[in-house]
């Protein structure tokens, strides 16, 4: 997490204003949000590129094309250590536009009302559930009564958390908070070896603010929370992905490029050693062997000490037939001989 969010701080944020979006499902639709990598993906493109339109319509200056910046958090728990799907977006306050003479421009949108909100909430709730419906996941009668449902029909919204550009300690505890994981150590208290209680800052179901469970409840509700493998649990979106064309131009501010560092060459020391161990193993001109490999003549060391691994016996032969080539008096096969164990 520490690593992340500094990361994510120094070299993917620019100095702007950062506001995060919170978007929660129904109980109905959270399990395959969890399950179903295809239809998490799908919720989450359909939140940002509404959240986007809404942000281009905030800036009249801004083209058709202008795009924003988010990073996007999946939790997928919630209070008391519950299992809750739900998505934290970051996204910069405004929209990046660019330009035919290869420059970036930035358009700071205005603060959303609760107009605004209310249509990305309406906008949200319509296309998802429309989605679900064309791929088989609600019955077109459930997802008509999921979408007259009072109260937003389960769908919650909320962007009422923004950071000002100059804030950085405040987009690095936003960051925390996004990217923590799913219990605190601080918050464990043990009453006995056969009961451990967790209290949470936030109330649970039913407003408990602590729950008892034993050692083997406790082994199930974690494992319950873990992620499926081969899963990111945050992501980047439109100027702030790896392959955007507006990735370098956005990030303007010194402090949050990224500096690519060249990988360090090879050892020289060793290449006039491959090159007449090379030629010493074989003529100039001979074709190179390409059917089974022939058995080395350097007899194997009896035991590989701890200082001996086979990448170093390798440099250590080639060593041995560089200096054999080099003197005539020397066998043409020489014995390595072992180190002793450490």
Do not use: N
């Given at each position: 997490m520490v690593e992340t969010v500094a990361h994510l701080a120094d070299h993917v944020f620019p100095r702007l204003p950062v506001r995060q979006w919170v978007l929660s499902v129904p109980k109905r639709l959270r399990d395959h949000l969890q399950h179903d990598p295809t239809i998490e993906?799908?919720?989450?493109?359909?939140?940002?590129?509404?959240?986007?339109?809404?942000?281009?319509?905030?800036?009249?200056?801004?083209?058709?094309?202008?795009?924003?910046?988010?990073v996007a958090f999946i939790h997928c728990f919630g209070a008391l250590?519950?299992?809750?799907?739900?998505?934290?977006?970051?996204?910069?306050?405004?929209?990046?536009?660019?330009?035919?003479?290869?420059?970036?421009?930035?358009?700071?949108?205005?603060?959303?009302?609760?107009?605004?909100?209310?249509?990305?909430?309406?906008?949200?709730?319509?296309?998802?559930?429309?989605?679900?419906?064309?791929?088989?996941?609600?019955e077109p009668e459930d997802a008509e009564a999921m979408a007259n449902w009072a109260h937003g029909g389960g769908f919650s919204l909320d962007a009422s958390v923004r950071i000002e550009g100059t804030d950085r300690p405040g987009l690095e505890r936003l960051l925390r908070y996004c990217a923590r994981p799913a219990f605190a150590l601080e918050r464990w208290r043990e009453i006995d070896a056969e009961h451990l209680?967790?209290?949470?800052?936030?109330?649970?179901?039913?407003?408990?603010?602590?729950?008892?469970?034993?050692?083997?409840?406790?082994?199930?509700?974690?494992a319950a929370l873990i992620p499926p493998p081969r899963r990111h649990r945050h992501r980047y979106y439109g100027v702030l992905a790896a392959n955007a064309r507006l990735r370098g131009?956005?990030?303007?501010?010194?402090?949050?490029?990224?500096?690519?560092?060249?990988?360090?060459?090879?050892?020289?020391?060793?290449?006039?050693?491959?090159?007449?161990?090379?030629?010493?193993?074989?003529?100039?001109?001979?074709?190179?062997?390409?059917?089974?490999?022939?058995?080395?003549?350097?007899?194997?060391?009896?035991?590989?000490g701890r200082c001996c691994s086979r990448g170093s016996m390798r440099s250590f032969r080639w060593s041995v037939h560089a200096a054999a080539a080099g003197c005539e008096s020397s066998p043409s096969s020489p014995t390595p001989v072992p180190c002793a164990r450490s």
């Open positions: 993906t799908l919720a989450l493109r359909i939140f940002l590129s509404i959240v986007e339109q809404v942000l281009r319509r905030a800036c009249p200056a801004a083209g058709p094309d202008s795009r924003i910046g988010a250590l519950k299992p809750h799907e739900h998505l934290h977006c970051l996204v910069i306050e405004g929209v990046f536009e660019a330009y035919t003479s290869g420059t970036a421009t930035f358009h700071e949108s205005r603060t959303p009302d609760q107009k605004w909100l209310d249509e990305v909430h309406a906008k949200v709730r319509r296309r998802l559930l429309r989605a679900l419906t064309r791929r088989g996941v609600l209680v967790y209290e949470s800052l936030k109330p649970g179901p039913g407003g408990s603010i602590s729950l008892m469970l034993t050692p083997l409840e406790l082994i199930e509700r974690l131009r956005s990030l303007r501010s010194p402090a949050c490029r990224t500096v690519r560092r060249r990988q360090p060459r090879p050892s020289q020391s060793l290449r006039p050693l491959r090159q007449a161990s090379r030629q010493a193993g074989r003529p100039r001109g001979q074709r190179k062997h390409r059917g089974k490999r022939k058995r080395s003549s350097v007899a194997p060391p009896v035991a590989l």
